[in-house]
């Protein structure tokens, strides 16, 4: 790759990378522009995959809404982030985890990673 492009890539890196894994099930503030007002729309679930790297990093999320799944995919860093906040922190032993789509309901749901030593 180009040096010109990876100083621009480095340069567009946030500061603050969240911290989060794929199974976990996290809470992203969205920034949304209608207009010329601008707000801040929650959108929580279950991360299936994160991809990529440096500027080009990809994490998609998967809720389940109105009994219908939708997944949402988001450049990490992206400035219409304004954070992502890891709600709770999931044991899985897969990379992606695909088979959530074939699933509903309570087998839906992921295992909680429950930390040492409680």
């Known amino acids: ?3 010109i ?3 621009i890539e ?3 890196l946030k500061k603050e990378v969240p911290q989060f ?7 992203v503030y969205n920034r949304i522009k209608e207009g010329n007002r601008e707000r801040i729309q929650t959108y929580d679930g279950t991360v299936l995959k994160i991809q990529g790297a440096g500027a080009r990093t990809t994490f998609t999320v998967r809720k389940s809404s109105s009994g219908i799944g939708v997944e949402k995919t988001w450049p990490l860093h ?9 709600i709770r922190k999931g044991k899985v032993r897969r990379a992606k ?11 839906a749901k992921v295992k909680e990673q429950i930390a040492p030593g409680k």
Not at 21 to 27: A, H, L, N
Not at 78 to 86: A, G, L, Q, R
Not at 98 to 103: E, K, T
Request: charged share 35%; net charge negative; aromatic share 6%.
């Open 1 to 3: 790759m180009s040096d």
């Open 5 to 7: 492009i990876r100083e």
């Open 10 to 12: 480095t340069a567009e």
């Open 21 to 27: 894994e794929t199974g976990d099930t996290v809470r």
């Open 78 to 86: 992206s400035p219409n982030i304004e954070k992502v906040e890891v």
């Open 97 to 107: 985890l695909f088979y959530l789509r074939n699933l509903s309901g309570k087998k």
